[in-house]
């Protein structure tokens, strides 16, 4: 997963322009933020969340989770971490939210997929990886690179940050491992 660290934020302080946050997981990394530094708040124009159910069943199904923590009413983005949604609607008060109602009604078609592939493809990878599921890193910010567990590997990049490098996504791009 990436790590969101606030830097970007620090930055359009800076430069005087505020950036738009995409979130598309739990509000966490935002609030955590923003505890170690609440001036950062300045640097969010907008937030665009993906997360919530307004009028539609949740999507904590039992037979797809643990029965423990299975809830037909709640959207994973705001159950894992309900305090922090509360704390950014509270700070930011008018967010964009896309609650999971919407993706009852919105058709991934076989064509949407390919279209999706093939923005992927056209990415320069000698410039961009794609390390994991999540996480899209630019290879020259890329300090030092670690064999970790099971044929993956740690990346380091130049900020300290640690992300790793899954198998599944090792096979796309060999000849990087070489010249890193």
Not at 65 to 72: E, L, R, S
Not at 126 to 150: E, G, K, P, Y
């Amino acid at each position: 997963m990436c790590k969101f660290d606030g830097k970007l934020l620090h930055e359009a302080i800076l430069i005087n322009r505020p950036i738009t946050l995409l979130m598309t997981g739990p509000m966490t990394p935002l609030i955590d933020v923003l505890k170690k530094d609440t001036r950062l708040a300045q640097g969010v124009g907008q937030i665009v969340w993906m997360g919530g159910a307004i009028d539609a069943p949740g999507n904590l199904d039992p037979s797809t989770i643990n029965p423990v923590v299975a809830n037909k009413h709640a959207e994973w983005n705001a159950f894992w971490d309900p305090y922090s949604v509360d704390d950014v609607f509270r700070r930011f008060g008018g967010i964009h939210m896309f609650p999971l109602d919407i993706s009852n009604s919105a058709a991934v078609t076989a064509e949407f997929l390919d279209a999706l592939k093939q923005q992927g493809e056209r990415l320069d990878s000698s410039r961009f990886l794609r390390i994991n599921r999540s996480c899209l890193i630019r290879v020259a910010f890329i300090q030092d690179l670690h064999v970790w567990s099971h044929g993956e590997y740690h990346v380091v990049l130049l900020t300290g940050e640690v992300h790793t490098w899954t198998r599944r996504y090792l096979d796309r791009h060999p000849e990087l491992l070489h010249k890193l």
